[in-house]
């Protein structure tokens, strides 16, 4: 089964729109952590964000916030004032415990993100 | 400024050979991992290591070992390279434990079995 699922290969926003890129998750692990990196068209992978699965509130940076629904298990990203160089991979990511003891972090399939003039 | 190096961008090798990708971290990081990054597909997790000869295994591990025997170094070994093995290979490190323990990523090997 899925751990992370990104449901939107592709999204396309206007530039200055704001945008909602979805994350949906699964764990039995009471404490895990959830991510957001880009990976522009250079390959690199850039931290975005990031929740904690005890946080009472949604985590921000900057543009960018996490709209995080524990009981429905989604942690999706969104992206205010979208500027053009916005436009990349999105990748949801998820922490979580191991039985052998480390930590585990699994990617959803991603989103790519098309901002448009 | 923290870093994780991959000892090759491109890599070109023969059906049936070893390989053997290479990284290292300097960032004293107990946590490092192994993805393969192919379209559609996303970053799939192959191994992962969160100490000095511990490892796990992750979603795609047959075909593939890990060797660390040093903290800032961790291998993946293909044992006989297959053209299904042809992929974009990502390796990250991160902190043990604790909040937002995010992970970094080196360039990347893009590997092509022929």
């Known amino acids: 089964a899925q751990k992370i699922t990104q449901t939107q290969p592709g999204m396309f926003v206007q530039e200055k729109e704001a945008v909602t890129l979805d994350c949906t998750y699964d764990t039995s692990d009471p404490s895990y952590g959830l991510f957001w990196y880009k990976q522009p068209s250079s390959g690199e992978m850039i931290f975005l964000i990031y929740q904690g699965s005890y946080d009472q509130q949604n985590a921000t940076e900057g543009r960018y916030s996490l709209n995080f629904q524990k009981a429905r298990k989604s942690a999706n990203l969104v992206i205010s004032a979208s500027q053009l160089g916005d436009s990349a991979m999105y990748f949801c990511?998820?922490?979580?415990?191991?039985?052998?003891?480390?930590?585990?972090?699994?990617f959803g399939t991603g989103t790519q993100l098309k901002v448009e003039l | 400024d923290v870093k994780v190096t991959q000892s090759s961008r491109y890599l070109v090798k023969r059906t049936g050979e070893k390989v053997f990708l290479e990284c290292v971290q300097d960032?004293?990081?107990?946590?490092m991992f192994w993805y393969r990054q192919d379209p559609g597909l996303g970053l799939r997790l192959i191994y992962f290591?969160?100490?000095?000869?511990?490892?796990e295994k992750g979603d795609i591990p047959e075909g593939y070992s890990v060797s660390r025997e040093k903290k800032e170094r961790f291998s993946l070994i293909l044992e006989s390279a297959s053209t299904n093995q042809t992929s974009m290979y990502l390796c990250a490190s991160s902190l043990w434990g604790g909040e937002a323990v995010e992970a970094f990523f080196g360039q990347g090997t893009r590997l092509t079995v022929v």
């Open positions: 990511a998820m922490r979580e415990g191991t039985e052998g003891g480390g930590n585990k972090l699994t």
């Open positions: 960032m004293d990081h107990e946590n």
């Open positions: 290591s969160y100490d000095v000869k511990m490892k």
